[in-house]
């Protein structure tokens, strides 16, 4: 990081000039002053002192990165395929168009995890690099506002058809989410081997536009969704917004939103650090959302598993004797 706090710039004009100085103006005996011990502990050393930030996600994580990517895809790959197959009678559950995209969104996440890993410097490119960021982040958002979309409408999302709304929404998230994505993909680079934001001034609007839209995704998002539930439920204008194990998803994401939109206050000179410490612990707690964002891709289709078992079970319970010995045969002739 450099010297982060009070640098101190060379001035050209003293080392150009310092041969023109006139040295019999200066009387030699004002130097001959007596030694005094420096004190390390002086303030104002310790602000001009280099501010060096311990690095979590570093080439000694690559494993990390490579693990959460393998489970994730695997886990993935089993819960759409638990969708598409009538294998726990999950096809009752009330929206499921809607929650077949959340694993594909979660398996191409894993996908180009070890894209953007630290110490696989031979294989990242700038084409990689872009790539890799936006799909990453393109998954994230099209999760997100798949969420959002299906707690807000609810008992619209029908369970045995595929309506135009439905068909419409897809369409309308991913493509909404790839748009999102776009800014982070253009300010996208490699430095050294690794993918990381360019540094250029004339892309740093672009790292301010990321961080407005995580932040609005990740937090204001989930953040709204909790007060329009509990606004209707105060004034007793209906039951508002669906409630369920899948707004657990957010918290893996609400982290990494609100401290990038930090960091970027931080950044861009709003919101000034005045000490060393606290630019180490933000930079910590970047590292640490990243970290936890990255788990989600695991988390997820647990998640969904755990929401489609629920549902499916208090759907087929409910169902009349001869729907229950219906669907019996039509899941083992599924499984034949």
Same mark, same amino acid.
């Given at each position: 990081?450099?010297?982060?706090?009070?640098?101190?710039?060379?001035?050209?004009?003293?080392?150009?000039?310092?041969?023109?100085?006139?040295?019999?103006?200066?009387?030699?005996?004002?130097?001959?002053?007596?030694?005094?011990?420096?004190?390390?502990?002086?303030?104002?050393?310790?602000?001009?002192?280099?501010?060096?930030?311990?690095?979590?996600?570093?080439?000694?994580?690559?494993?990390?990165?490579?693990?959460?990517?393998?489970?994730?895809?695997?886990?993935?790959?089993?819960?759409?395929?638990?969708?598409?197959?009538?294998?726990?009678?999950?096809?009752?559950?009330?929206?499921?168009?809607?929650?077949?995209?959340?694993?594909?969104?979660?398996?191409?996440?894993?996908?180009?995890?070890?894209?953007?890993?630290?110490?696989?410097?031979?294989?990242?490119?700038?084409?990689?690099?872009?790539?890799?960021?936006?799909?990453?982040?393109?998954?994230?958002?099209?999760?997100?506002?798949?969420?959002?979309?299906?707690?807000?409408?609810?008992?619209?999302?029908?369970?045995?058809?595929?309506?135009?709304?439905?068909?419409?929404?897809?369409?309308?998230?991913?493509?909404?989410?790839?748009?999102? *994505?776009? +800014?982070?993909? @253009? !300010?996208?680079?490699?430095?050294?081997?690794?993918? $990381?934001?360019? &540094? /250029?001034?004339? %892309?740093?609007?672009?790292?301010?536009?990321?961080?407005?839209?995580?932040?609005?995704?990740?937090?204001?998002?989930?953040?709204?969704?909790?007060?329009?539930?509990?606004?209707?439920?105060?004034?007793?204008?209906?039951?508002?917004?669906?409630?369920?194990?899948?707004?657990?998803?957010?918290?893996?994401?609400?982290?990494?939103?609100?401290?990038?939109?930090?960091?970027?206050?931080?950044?861009?000179?709003?919101?000034?650090?005045?000490?060393?410490?606290?630019?180490?612990?933000?930079?910590?707690?970047?590292?640490?959302?990243?970290?936890?964002?990255?788990?989600?891709?695991? *988390?997820? +289709?647990?998640? @969904? !598993?755990?929401?489609?078992?629920?549902?499916?079970? $208090?759907?087929? &319970? /409910?169902?009349? %004797?001869?729907?229950?010995?219906?669907?019996?045969?039509?899941?083992?002739?599924?499984?034949?």
């Amino acid at each position: 990081m450099g010297n982060c706090l009070y640098p101190v710039q060379p001035s050209p004009s003293v080392s150009n000039n310092w041969t023109k100085l006139n040295l019999e103006n200066y009387s030699w005996e004002e130097w001959d002053m007596p030694y005094e011990p420096l004190d390390y502990n002086d303030p104002s050393i310790e602000a001009a002192a280099p501010c060096h930030s311990c690095n979590l996600l570093d080439d000694s994580s690559l494993p990390f990165f490579i693990v959460a990517s393998v489970l994730g895809t695997l886990a993935s790959g089993t819960v759409l395929l638990a969708l598409l197959k009538p294998l726990f009678h999950w096809e009752l559950c009330r929206g499921r168009p809607i929650l077949i995209q959340l694993p594909v969104g979660s398996a191409a996440f894993s996908v180009v995890v070890p894209i953007l890993a630290p110490g696989l410097s031979s294989s990242h490119s700038t084409t990689l690099c872009c790539l890799g960021h936006w799909v990453w982040y393109s998954a994230a958002f099209a999760q997100a506002l798949l969420i959002g979309c299906r707690a807000c409408l609810g008992p619209k999302l029908d369970v045995f058809q595929v309506s135009r709304l439905t068909l419409g929404l897809t369409v309308g998230v991913w493509g909404m989410a790839a748009l999102l *994505a776009l +800014p982070i993909t @253009l !300010a996208s680079d490699t430095s050294q081997g690794l993918c $990381t934001l360019t &540094s /250029s001034r004339g %892309l740093g609007t672009l790292q301010y536009m990321h961080a407005a839209v995580c932040f609005a995704v990740f937090f204001l998002l989930p953040l709204g969704l909790v007060g329009a539930k509990g606004l209707k439920k105060t004034l007793d204008r209906g039951p508002g917004p669906w409630v369920d194990i899948l707004w657990v998803w957010f918290t893996f994401w609400w982290l990494h939103g609100v401290v990038l939109g930090l960091d970027s206050l931080v950044r861009s000179g709003v919101l000034p650090l005045q000490t060393c410490l606290a630019q180490q612990i933000l930079d910590l707690v970047l590292q640490l959302a990243e970290a936890l964002a990255i788990f989600h891709c695991v *988390a997820m +289709p647990l998640l @969904l !598993a755990l929401f489609c078992h629920r549902t499916s079970h $208090t759907s087929f &319970s /409910s169902l009349p %004797l001869h729907a229950r010995q219906s669907s019996h045969v039509d899941t083992f002739g599924g499984k034949s």
